[in-house]
């Protein structure tokens, strides 16, 4: 595999406000995934805006913490597993399948990692724009809760491997789960993963014409107590006890929201360059 240039873990830890240096522990691993996801959005801007995504490590770094972007899964869990390296973990990608709204076997449009601690296998994923799943050992069976109260768990099958799987609230989600019972979110395999796999995902599901992030504009943010999702012009925030739903109506209100919620600053010129607005 490509050994990716040293990371400027300082400069990470900023970006998603840890400020202490977290032991390569499972109590560590779980506070930077979680950190990751409410300080970093996901997003596919540059996708619908023409732009492609490109997968060097510098690229990504610059994109995500020095100008405070978002990405998404590709982008995400490159950063997030090169920061576990840098800070002691023993961590390697894999791919996945999502089964959200799947129609037949999914293409394998995720990748997501490995941590191995103390002889312990965890999965960990700071790059799924869906929902939250916290790092979670590799067992079936046992169920995990997110800080939001939904509950996931693993299971094994004989042609697919490991599922994950979810139940909670669908509006702590993207707006893919339309019930609160167990729903597969996605399945994965321990086959090692290469760089150039991942490019050869990155690159399908960021061009074919008719796959999710080709043909809709989505943001997600993790919050405290809950998630914030904008598909195209639909936006929806769920934290505690509060909801909110709406459809946004003109390219300021969603620039305005995009940046406010979400910490993502586009112009004028990028916001109309999505397609969204007359």
């Keep these: 595999m490509q050994i990716s240039p040293p990371i ?29 996801r409410l300080s970093i959005p996901f997003e596919n801007l540059d996708v619908r805006l023409g732009r492609g995504i490109s997968l060097d490590p510098e690229h990504v770094f610059d994109k995500l913490v020095n100008r405070r972007r978002g990405g998404y899964c590709f982008e995400q869990n490159q950063l997030f597993l090169r920061a576990l390296t840098a800070l002691g973990f023993d961590a390697r990608p894999l791919l996945a399948r999502v089964w959200l709204m ?9 990748t997501l990692n490995l941590v191995t601690i103390d002889g312990m296998q965890w999965i960990a994923d700071a790059g799924f724009g869906g929902s939250y799943s916290p790092p979670m050992p590799l067992i079936a069976g046992p169920e995990v809760e997110a800080p939001d109260g939904s509950r996931y768990r693993l299971s094994i099958h004989e042609d697919h491997g490991w599922f994950l799987e979810r139940k909670g609230h669908p509006a702590l989600t993207d707006g893919r789960t339309l019930v609160e019972d167990w729903q597969p979110q996605y399945s994965f395999t321990l086959d090692p993963v290469a760089s150039i796999d991942l490019e050869l995902s990155n690159h399908w599901t960021s061009t074919r014409p008719d796959t999710r992030f080709t043909t809709l504009s989505v943001v997600s943010l993790v919050l405290p107590s809950g998630f914030a999702s904008l598909t195209d012009a639909h936006y929806t925030r769920r934290n505690g006890d ?30 109309m360059g999505l397609g969204l607005f007359e």
């Design 8 to 36: 400027d873990i300082d400069a990470y830890l900023a970006r998603i406000g840890l400020g202490l240096l977290p032991e390569a522990d499972a109590a560590g691993l779980a506070a930077v995934q979680r950190q990751h």
């Design 102 to 110: 799947a129609d037949g076997v999914p293409p394998k449009t995720h």
């Design 242 to 271: 509060q909801h909110v739903e709406a459809e946004i109506e003109s390219a300021t209100a969603y620039r305005l929201r995009l940046n406010f919620v979400f910490g993502i600053a586009l112009d004028e010129v990028e916001v």
